[in-house]
C-alpha cells in the first residue's frame, strides 16, 4: 500500500504523486474516476484506455449463458462463467 498527503490548490486541484502515477500508469490526459463512497473517503480510479479494455473483454468467457426467469443460471452447466463471475 502506498500513501502520502497531498494539498489542495485554491482551485481545488490536487497532485498525485509521481510514484503513484508511474504505478498506475497514468500519462497526462489519463481519465480518473471521482467516488465518493459511502464512509465520505474520495477513491480514484483509473478509467481503462482502449487498448485496456480489450485486454479486459478477451477474458470474458464467450458461451451462450441460459438464464431463468429470475436471472439465475446454472453454475454447473457453465462452469467457465461461473469461474469468471465468482473472481469477480
Known sequence: MM???????????????????VKLGLDSGSELIAILNENNEIVLRKVPSSAEWSSLMSKIPHERIAFDEN??????????????VRKG
Request: no cysteine.
Open 3 to 21: 500513501n502520502t498527503t497531498i494539498k489542495m490548490s485554491s482551485k481545488g486541484q490536487v497532485v498525485i504523486p509521481a510514484a503513484m502515477r
Open 71 to 84: 436471472g439465475h443460471y446454472d453454475p454447473k452447466a457453465h462452469p467457465s462463467f461461473d469461474e469468471w
